[in-house]
């Protein structure tokens, strides 16, 4: 089998890579239905500057914002010393790295949830609320599974951009081995050192089945909720 010549750096690259995927998607998910809510909902000052934050990494450089998450939560950044005061440090680890992961992934998230929600039939809702339901009755029993297929398309969105994310990750987190190196960090690395094609190759399909793994998921649950 062609994953038996895949060294153990590889294997922690892989690993680290669905782990740090998964864990920026989940955490990114409640976030971001609460923001797609807002944006999509309601209407109020400042709707348009929180619009154009939330989007930002979508434009601008993943090396910027790998940045400016290191001057905001690395050790010399505000953020960053505030959290040091309970224990928790984000920079060059797995946690940081999920963390810029999920930075890039969440405009991508927020952006599909958002769609769903303006193909949802305000009508339906007011109708719960007219039975009396409240506020989280309404959400929870009408608008979620309206939305849940644009829940998931963002979430698999989200999570392909999480396990290719590159810029941001390295800037932020550097590229260590078993710590903080990820797939498209290793296969950096790999290019960097003469006569490592044969594994740049394997780190590329392996990257590439795991992408199309996750839209085959989604695809088959998006099916079976129709």
Known sequence: MWTDGLTVA?????????????????????????VALVLERLRFWGRGLLSAVVYLPLVLP???????????????????????VFGISFAFNAAGAALAAGVMAFPLIVRSIQLSLSYVDPGLEDAARTLGAGPIAVFRTVTLPLIRPGLLAGAVLGFAKAM??????????????????????????????????????RLIIISAVLSLGAIAVSEAVARRQR
């Open 10 to 34: 590889e294997w922690q690259a892989i690993g680290l890579s669905i782990r740090v995927a998964t864990i920026a998607t989940l955490v990114s998910l409640p976030l971001a239905v609460a």
């Open 62 to 84: 993943p090396v910027v914002t790998g940045y400016l998450l290191l001057i905001s939560f690395g050790p010399a950044g505000a953020v960053g010393q505030s959290l040091a």
């Open 164 to 201: 290719g994310e590159f810029g941001a990750t390295i800037t932020f987190v550097s590229n260590i081995p078993g710590q903080t190196q990820t797939i498209p960090s290793a296969i950096y690395a790999l290019f960097q050192v003469p006569g490592q094609d044969a594994a740049v190759a």
